[in-house]
């Protein structure tokens, strides 16, 4: 697992943010950015703006999970090394790699801009950023997943929950998992657990699309007898509609949208527009970029327009 969750640098959070001073410099800045990118934060404890910046550069540091590290340097206890960089406001913020300064700013930034700062500090030295990071490992999940490797999906899944806690992809993808191994309730409590701003993005969505997807072919019947129903009678459009929800069910996604769509075209009134809404579910749960979803709506929309 370690190896493909991979990046970061040995040792825990204390190796990433430290104090120093001017007879430790050199070593702790100039020889450490050798390795890796070193910012170093010049502050005083009358400041005001550097308690402001101080929490959030930490955090931001840290959750580039061995990326760069952080250095901290309190001007009042060493003016000699405030001169000699030519340190005039603080908080200062400057970026060493290589034993030189590459990038800096000065005053407290917001989160957003201090975590832009680090992300163009790492891609700047040829690092891979967290940004970078978290998208390839999402990407890994996804594959797995699809590949039918849920188990192998879950604990990527799971290792990038540990940092983000509220990554929708991460917890979109989680929630798959378990109704990929018949756990549907635990990927219900998952969901249930989010804030609205997650809970109302689309992958989350989507998800919450398939479980009700899953439930409905839990009563549609078996394929078979569905199947032998519509045969008998084109218009039964439960039966019809019964026979999507199986197909669906049983993978067989484009065949499942065919019957919706004979349906719309037979009545597309009929139960309060069941069949179009059922169809409108099946693209929210395939993704509206999925090729199934893109040549279904074509196909609605020439019926629904024609």
């Known amino acids: 697992m370690d190896q493909i969750i991979g990046g970061g640098a040995p040792g825990g959070d204390a190796d990433l943010v430290k104090d120093s001073d001017q007879k430790r410099f050199a070593k702790d800045v100039l020889e450490a950015s050798k390795a890796r990118p070193v910012i170093v934060d010049f502050w005083a404890p009358w400041c005001g703006p550097c308690k402001t910046l101080g929490p959030i ?33 603080i908080p200062a913020v400057y970026a060493f790699f290589q034993g030189r300064p590459v990038d800096g700013f000065v005053g407290a930034l917001p989160e957003g801009q201090i975590k832009q700062f680090i992300d163009r500090l790492v891609q700047a030295t040829g690092g891979t950023s967290p940004g970078e990071q978290l998208a390839e490992l999402l990407e890994h999940a996804k594959e797995a997943l699809d590949g039918g490797d849920a188990s192998l999906a879950a604990r990527i899944y799971a290792e990038i929950l540990q940092q983000e806690p ?50 409905q072919a839990e009563k549609a019947g078996p394929v078979n007898d569905l199947e032998a129903k519509v045969a008998a009678d084109p218009k039964d459009h439960q039966a019809r509609l019964d026979l999507a929800t199986a197909l669906y069910a049983a993978g067989n996604r484009e065949a499942a949208v065919d019957h919706l769509l004979q349906a719309i075209r037979i009545d597309r009134k009929w139960n309060d527009e069941a069949a179009r809404k059922q169809l409108l579910k099946y693209f929210e749960a395939l993704g509206f970029n999925d090729p199934i979803s893109v040549e279904g709506r074509k196909r609605l929309s020439s019926i629904l327009f024609a």
């Open 57 to 89: 550069i930490e955090k931001a540091v840290k959750n580039a999970k061995g990326a760069v590290q952080l250095v901290k340097v309190n001007i009042d206890e060493n003016q000699m090394l405030a001169q000699q960089l030519r340190i005039q406001s």
């Open 166 to 215: 509220e990554n929708p992809a991460a917890v979109a993808g989680m929630a798959r998992c378990y109704i990929k191994a018949g756990d549907v309730a635990r990927a219900k409590a998952l969901l249930g657990k989010l804030p609205p701003a997650v809970a109302n993005h689309a992958e989350i969505a989507a998800v919450r699309s398939s479980m009700e997807l899953a439930e």
